[in-house]
């Protein structure tokens, strides 16, 4: 791989924010093919407690099969997703279903790209913030009303919409739900595909600023994928460049957009429109 | 044609032999949808065909049948099916829920209790207690699978952020044994205590779905709530008019345009053997 050399720079200079040592999540070798196609290969890399990744890349370049398969949604051809569970660090390849399902919504949050496919738009905000905190065993309806109440505050919903279905809910404020949705449970681990997608710049900033205090405040770990480079280089502390499934440059965010080495990532980051 | 042209209780005995199956796995894992293949039935789905063809594997020539329909047993719905096994199966047919051996029943349970060797066949419209949360059925299959039921509360959740109660009426979901999640059928919730610890077999059949599912006798059947928000088993609060019962389950029915109503038992058998022994309610012709 000809990128070795700067793969290897890179790895001296990884920044490790907490004072925990042990990775979070520790990613070798993650494979998966479509038939002969590759959707993504020979992913390897170590996230920390507290620690932003980006993934960048362009359309079809492997971001969202990647995170696909380190969420559990697709099952990869080869390589190991080692997450540090409550009982020690687990193969969750490994991990019987139910297993992997249970860490699915309770340490793990996945906001998606369109908050349709995140949220359940026949029900109130109230219910889909309450939905995990149910699927975990809550049972008293004050004690789910109140902390759906509180989250709603938290992601800037007025709390008398707390009845309203999503569908009444503007772009932005879909995406919002669906992250209080996801963070209820207090996950330690946040799966972010493209979540500014779709929304106006406007909104975006108020998203990302929003995202950005939720992070720091609840020192979550976020692996976030997009093609968007402003919203890595506001959110994320590392990053990791993409081209047809394979990762072609990583490094400290600003290291890498400062200072692209891969003639792939100096294309990416020269053909961001400037205003 | 002759009736004779049918097998005995209409279908051949092969079909029946493969109901059965199901129905013995269904008792085996108390809630459990059982797939089956139904078979066309010669009424519409929604008339309860898979009550139909669960009640006619279980017939023996020597049952007595009780057919209700919301408790009443002299409705199109009951009275057709009735006919149509005292056509096919020639077997006795009963309006007294103590002498039936063999009782099919849509969307009640009648109030007389029931008793060892009875069994209660339920018509089921849509088995599925999660199908208007989450519309795959792989998901929901997974969600049994896997004792995944959070999504079941969500419902109760909407409710009472809608309404400030429980509104669902009917069909309120139960869980079985502490294992299944399941849909009674659309009894009204005052019907489900009922479910639990009863004497007789209940049987679910579900044709246009293709599912059995049963309660063996004397299964634990708890109906899901909130802790601040219990079950309660609701009624009309009156009594009922022609027999003054106020323990039953009653019918509102408007008998003119004036704002006029009566309430009445849904149990017509219940209703009836109460005032053939002298029971009166507020309209109740005067005695001659």
């Known amino acids: 791989m000809m990128e070795g050399s700067d793969l290897s720079i890179f790895a001296k200079k990884k920044p490790q924010p907490m004072a925990s040592t042990a990775p979070l999540l520790r990613v070798e070798g993650l494979t998966k093919r479509y038939g002969a196609r590759i959707g993504c290969a020979d992913v390897s890399f170590d996230l920390y407690p507290g620690e932003v990744l980006g993934i960048v890349g362009e359309s079809g370049s492997g971001k969202s099969t990647l995170l696909s398969c380190l969420a559990g949604h697709m099952a990869p051809d080869a390589g190991r997703v080692i997450f540090d569970t409550a009982e020690g660090p687990r193969d969750t390849r490994e991990m019987s279903e139910p297993e992997r399902r249970r860490l699915a919504r309770t340490d793990w949050a996945y906001v998606h790209q369109n908050a349709r496919d995140g949220l359940r738009m026949g029900v109130s905000a109230g219910g889909n913030v309450g939905e995990r905190l149910m699927a975990v065993g809550a049972r008293h309806y004050a004690d789910i009303r109140t902390t759906a109440t509180d989250w709603l505050g938290r992601v800037e919903i007025a709390p008398e919409r707390i009845d309203d279905r999503p569908s009444a809910f503007s772009g932005g404020m879909q995406q919002r739900l669906q992250i209080a949705r996801n963070l209820v449970t207090g996950p330690r681990l946040v799966f972010m595909d493209e979540p500014t997608g779709g929304l106006d710049v406007s909104v975006q900033a108020r998203l990302l600023d929003l995202l950005r205090g939720l992070v720091r405040e609840m020192g979550l770990s976020v692996l976030i994928v997009t093609h968007d480079l402003a919203v890595v280089r506001l959110l994320a502390d590392r990053l990791m460049v993409m081209k047809g499934g394979r990762v072609v440059e990583q490094g400290l965010t600003d290291q890498v957009l400062d200072d692209p080495q891969h003639a792939y990532t100096q294309l990416l980051v020269s053909s961001v429109l400037q205003v | ?288």
């Open chain 2, 1 to 288: 044609m002759t009736d004779q042209a049918y097998n005995f209780a209409y279908l051949d005995e092969q079909t029946k032999r493969m109901i059965r199956r199901a129905i013995l796995k269904g008792v085996a894992v108390p809630g459990y949808q059982v797939p089956f293949a139904s078979r066309e039935m010669p009424m519409p789905y929604g008339w309860g065909t898979g009550g139909v063809q669960v009640t006619s594997a279980c017939l023996m020539p020597e049952d007595c049948l009780k057919v209700i329909d919301q408790g009443a047993d002299d409705t199109t719905n009951a009275v057709s099916i009735r006919k149509f096994f005292q056509r096919t199966a020639g077997v006795q047919v009963t309006e007294a829920t103590a002498e039936a051996s063999v009782i099919q029943t849509r969307h009640r349970i009648p109030e007389t209790p029931l008793r060892e060797g009875q069994i209660l066949v339920y018509q089921v419209p849509i088995p599925e207690p999660l199908r208007f949360l989450e519309p795959r059925e792989t998901e929901t299959r997974k969600m049994h699978e896997l004792e995944e039921y959070g999504l079941m509360h969500v419902k109760l959740y909407e409710d009472i952020a809608r309404h400030g109660q429980i509104a669902t009426s009917y069909a309120y979901p139960v869980k079985v044994e502490g294992r299944y999640v399941m849909d009674p059928s659309p009894i009204p919730k005052f019907d489900n205590p009922k479910l639990s610890d009863n004497a007789a077999l209940q049987l679910f059949g579900a044709g246009r779905e293709q599912r059995i599912y049963a309660l063996p006798p004397y299964t634990q059947v708890v109906s899901l709530d909130f802790d601040d928000h219990p079950f309660e088993a609701g009624k009309a609060p009156h009594d009922c008019d022609l027999c003054g019962a106020g323990e039953s389950y009653l019918d509102e029915v408007i008998v003119d345009d004036a704002g006029g109503r009566m309430f009445v038992c849904s149990d017509t058998d219940f209703c009836a053997s109460r005032q053939a022994v002298g029971h009166r309610g507020r309209l109740s012709p005067e005695e001659v």
